[in-house]
């Protein structure tokens, strides 16, 4: 497991205590400032049942059930995590769904099995990882998509100064999120290593906090 994930991140995601109790619908609108729905749908409204889905880490709520479940049957849900507690919690959720499976892989190097993804999401997961591990996320999730499939991240973005939230959130990354801005000065397409090869559009949301980014990969020139 990365350091970065005990020494920052054990209270969030690696004590079983507070993993339990944070694992709640409730908490997730709270910490989103009442947009999980809104967010979530967004994610949601591109699954189409027996599409082959990869979300790259396991979200608290109720997400990853009902992103499995939009898959359905014919389809398949991979859901990687890189903590044991998160892959419990997945297991829990998921673990029963023949379609769906709950792999212990560092989202950097997972490959898959053997065939490829339509849709390939992120869910606030880059503003959690130093730059080094976003890159890494980036190019991977990047590697993994065919030429039909999509890229999606949903996370945070640069607040306009008009927002309120904006130095609520100030004040949290100072004291508990210190790779989250690195989302406020960049462009996820920073993080690529070859971002000219892909299509990037970019919806952000509720004055700037929240950004839901697609890419898709541009079609070979002729």
């Known amino acids: 497991m990365p350091s970065y994930m005990t020494d920052v991140y054990d209270w969030a995601y690696?004590?079983?205590?507070?993993?339990?109790?944070?694992?709640?619908?409730?908490?997730?609108?709270?910490?989103?400032?009442?947009?999980?729905?809104?967010?979530?749908?967004?994610?949601?409204?591109?699954?189409?049942?027996?599409?082959?889905?990869?979300?790259?880490?396991?979200?608290?709520?109720?997400?990853v059930e009902l992103a499995a479940q939009r898959t359905g049957s014919q389809g398949a849900f991979h859901l990687t995590d890189i903590t044991p507690i998160q892959i419990a919690h997945g297991k829990r959720k998921i673990g029963a769904l023949p379609w769906a499976r709950v792999i212990r892989q560092d989202a950097a190097l997972h490959h898959g099995d053997g065939h490829p993804y339509d849709l390939i999401c992120s869910f606030f997961l880059l503003h959690e990882v130093p730059d080094d591990w976003k890159r890494r996320i980036v190019d991977n999730m990047l590697a993994q998509m065919p030429e039909h499939g999509e890229v999606l991240f949903v996370d945070y973005h640069r607040p306009a100064r008009w927002q309120p939230v904006r130095y609520i959130l100030k004040w949290v990354n100072r004291l508990l999120e210190p790779f989250a801005e690195a989302l406020w000065n960049h462009e996820i397409s920073h993080?690529?290593?070859?971002?000219?090869?892909?299509?990037?559009?970019?919806?952000?949301?509720?004055?700037?906090?929240?950004?839901?980014v697609s890419v898709r990969r541009k079609p070979p020139q002729s």
């Open 14 to 63: 690696v004590d079983p205590a507070w993993v339990r109790w944070l694992d709640h619908n409730l908490v997730v609108k709270t910490l989103l400032f009442g947009n999980d729905r809104r967010l979530m749908r967004r994610y949601l409204s591109r699954i189409q049942p027996g599409m082959r889905v990869w979300q790259v880490a396991h979200v608290y709520g109720d997400l």
């Open 191 to 212: 993080f690529a290593s070859h971002a000219a090869d892909f299509s990037w559009h970019k919806e952000s949301i509720f004055g700037g906090v929240y950004q839901i």
